[in-house]
């Protein structure tokens, strides 16, 4: 299993942190929308969407290649990254690849995480450039994604917003599609004829979508979204082929801007593909994982007490 890496580079450092931050918590959404569908099961939707992430959900798992775009008024190009991996539904896991290309701004211009994801544990490989020191000398951070992890980790700051979604959720968004899908056309995506529509996804709805034992974190989802964005819908592309599989799915959203920070606009597409049963994951050795869960459910979350590791904070605070 590959660790972070990073490279060096110049520009603005606070809007290429932030809007790192910011795509992070947004490729772990919506890689983190795949998992939890797939627990599900497969039913008759009544639009070719939701029947689509049913089906799709349904399955064994499917490897995944994400792609995004951050643009902000700070940068003077936008930041692009990529990601990839593969989603095991039947065992409620993930592992992912995330490479962010900063394209010159201040300090390093690449930034790799490796996360993972083992039903309720978040493991997350940070860059070193994103912490002077790893926590006691250990490069994993583990985050507890349960209802009373998520509750205990609220103030680990931006590192608990972009992990407060296990990387399976995409699907699940897509059963919360609302009003009128259009058919846009007929296309193909990796060689698979497809069809594409779009629609409009109500996160409101998506918690009452799911099973009981995954709504809390849907529902930590789509508050998540709904916090960065400040609106309950957004507009989505979804492509499906004639097994009903989900081949593609693309939106865009924008955060809303503070006093002081500019707007920032976020696209990401993620393509499905290799359906069936996936690899197990790989756990990262206990001696290399550092608990953020216990930090937090401590009450130690935004400040580092006397004799703990330093970058405990850190890790936090540079995503902020």
Not at 105 to 128: C, K, N, R, W
Request: proline content about 6%.
């Amino acid at each position: 299993m590959s660790g972070a890496t990073s490279t060096g580079g110049s520009g603005a450092p606070g809007a290429s942190r932030r809007s790192a931050r910011l795509g992070m918590a947004a490729l772990l959404c919506t890689g983190g929308v795949l998992l939890a569908a797939g627990l599900a099961g497969c039913g008759g939707g009544g639009d070719p969407i939701t029947r689509a992430a049913q089906i799709s959900g349904a399955g064994a798992g499917y490897r995944i290649l994400l792609h995004e775009q951050i643009s902000t008024a700070a940068l003077s190009a936008p930041i692009t990254a990529t990601g990839s991996g593969s989603i095991d539904q039947r065992q409620h896991e993930a592992t992912l690849r995330f490479d962010f290309d900063l394209n010159g701004s201040s300090g390093p211009s690449t930034l790799s995480f490796d996360a993972v994801f083992a039903g309720l544990d978040f493991y997350l490989h940070l860059p070193h450039a994103l912490s002077t020191e790893e926590p006691d000398g250990r490069p994993w951070v583990r985050i507890d994604l349960s209802p009373a992890g998520h509750a205990a980790g609220s103030g680990l700051g931006s590192l608990d917003t972009a992990t407060s979604v296990d990387p399976a959720q995409l699907l699940d968004y897509l059963r919360a599609a609302g009003g009128k899908v259009k058919t846009v056309g007929s296309q193909r995506i990796d060689g698979v004829p497809t069809t594409h529509y779009q629609a409009t996804i109500e996160l409101g709805r998506l918690a009452s979508l799911v099973p009981a034992n995954e709504q809390a974190g849907a529902k930590a989802g789509a508050q998540t979204l709904e916090q960065l964005t400040g609106s309950s819908t957004f507009p989505v592309d979804v492509w499906i082929d004639a097994h009903d599989l989900v081949r593609r799915e693309s939106f865009t959203f924008q955060e809303v801007p503070s006093e002081t920070e500019s707007a920032t606009a976020v696209s990401i597409t993620a393509d499905l593909y290799d359906y069936g049963p996936q690899p197990a994951v790989t756990l990262p050795p206990s001696r290399e994982v550092f608990d953020a869960s216990s930090l937090a459910s401590s009450g130690l979350a935004n400040q580092r007490p006397s004799g703990s590791p330093p970058a405990a904070d850190q890790a936090s605070s540079t995503l902020r």
